[in-house]
């Protein structure tokens, strides 16, 4: 995941040191804010005298017509606009370069997004725009979750209380971009603040089961299911298992792809021979829904194979959902 740096969160340098201070940590972009500003292109021609950054602009503006012309004068890499301040029809020009993107607050559905289909991303603010240090809404997982959903060849990026353990659940999550600030400026320093971004912070906010993917979205089959119904949970799952449950929403276990595979190495290729409860993994890894982001990472670190997916079970062990890692990757492409 690319870390974009708000670089007017920091208030203590000029703009040509924070500039500095951020192309020595070598950040992946930079995050230029415009409240219909027109003058913050001075600043991004200047930005271009010293480094090659990409250039990440939001503006917020009633009428975007008035900032093409700027656009095409002095182009950015990613040029985003708030949806919820226009006041006229938002058609970026095609001749405008840099990758377009529509922003919205955590209020708007993104159902939003579906006028706007020849974009390359969308922007979710996780706090109030324009408000520094504000608290990450974990309504967002969800949000996240959908969009991915419905548009899974578009980028997320996110904006807003992206703190270390919030920047490691969004990477888990695949999202492309996410904006740093106040978090970023206020710590001893850059290198140190990127350092949590771009690895883990040991301080837990969250739980599993606020970004966990919630059982009702989650590959699940009964434990009397037949193997073509296995088989085609899996496949439309597209995460290589299936959690097996009862009618209680007791978790039974687990059958993966290497499941299968066993299970047809023992039948000889005839998966009818063997029933549910003989292919799956009756005594899957679990993780507690109250766990926190901390504590996944210290039972992932336990063991010495790699996991790619947990089941999530409440004190009951009823299942409530997974957490998967398979986005990790795509997070950094």
């Known amino acids: 995941?690319?870390?974009?740096?708000?670089?007017?969160?920091?208030?203590?340098?000029?703009?040509?040191?924070?500039?500095?201070?951020?192309?020595?940590?070598?950040?992946?972009?930079?995050?230029?804010?415009?409240?219909?500003?027109?003058?913050?292109f001075d600043d991004i021609s200047q930005i271009r005298k010293w480094c090659d950054i990409?250039?990440?602009?939001?503006?917020?503006?009633?009428?975007?017509?008035?900032?093409?012309?700027?656009?095409?004068?002095?182009?950015?890499?990613?040029?985003?606009?708030?949806?919820?301040?226009?006041?006229?029809?938002?058609?970026?020009?095609a001749d405008i370069t840099g990758k377009k993107g529509l922003a919205i607050i955590t209020p708007t559905p993104i159902e939003a997004f579906d006028q706007f289909q020849n974009f390359d991303f969308i922007l979710i603010m996780a706090t109030i725009?324009?408000?520094?240090?504000?608290?990450?809404?974990?309504?967002?997982?969800?949000?996240?979750?959908?969009?991915?959903?419905?548009?899974?060849?578009?980028?997320?990026?996110?904006?807003?209380?992206?703190?270390?353990?919030?920047?490691f659940i969004l990477r888990n999550m695949g999202v492309h971009t996410?904006?740093?600030?106040?978090?970023?400026?206020?710590?001893?320093?850059?290198?140190?603040?990127?350092m949590d971004l771009t690895k883990r912070n040991l301080n837990s906010q969250f739980l599993i089961r606020d970004f966990m993917i919630p059982l009702s979205e989650a590959p699940e089959i009964g434990e009397n299911a037949s193997v073509l119904e296995v088989l085609n949970e899996i496949e439309s799952g597209k995460?290589?298992?299936?959690?097996?449950?009862?009618?209680?929403s007791d978790l039974k276990g687990l059958i993966s792809n290497a499941d299968i595979r066993k299970s047809l190495i023992r039948t000889n290729g005839n998966l009818n021979q063997e029933s549910i409860s003989e292919i799956?993994?009756?005594?899957?890894?679990?993780?507690?829904?109250?766990?926190?982001?901390?504590?996944?990472?210290?039972?992932?670190?336990?063991?010495?194979?790699?996991?790619?997916?947990?089941?999530?079970?409440?004190?009951?062990?009823?299942?409530?959902g997974i957490v998967t890692f398979v986005n990790l990757i795509k997070g950094e492409i």
């Open 1 to 40: 995941m690319r870390i974009s740096a708000s670089i007017y969160s920091d208030k203590n340098r000029s703009l040509s040191e924070t500039i500095e201070d951020l192309a020595a940590h070598h950040v992946d972009l930079l995050h230029v804010d415009c409240n219909d500003d027109p003058s913050v």
């Open 54 to 93: 990409p250039i990440d602009l939001h503006i917020i503006t009633k009428h975007p017509s008035n900032y093409y012309d700027l656009l095409r004068e002095v182009p950015v890499d990613y040029v985003t606009f708030q949806l919820e301040d226009l006041e006229e029809n938002l058609e970026i020009p």
């Open 129 to 167: 725009p324009g408000q520094s240090g504000g608290v990450f809404d974990s309504v967002n997982f969800k949000k996240i979750r959908d969009f991915q959903k419905k548009y899974p060849a578009k980028s997320v990026h996110v904006d807003g209380g992206v703190t270390g353990e919030v920047s």
């Open 178 to 194: 996410s904006v740093s600030g106040s978090y970023l400026f206020n710590a001893p320093s850059v290198g140190h603040a990127l």
């Open 239 to 248: 995460l290589g298992f299936t959690l097996v449950t009862n009618q209680a």
């Open 280 to 320: 799956m993994n009756p005594a899957p890894l679990v993780i507690p829904e109250t766990a926190t982001v901390n504590d996944l990472l210290q039972q992932i670190k336990k063991y010495a194979f790699p996991i790619l997916y947990l089941p999530v079970v409440d004190q009951d062990q009823k299942a409530k």
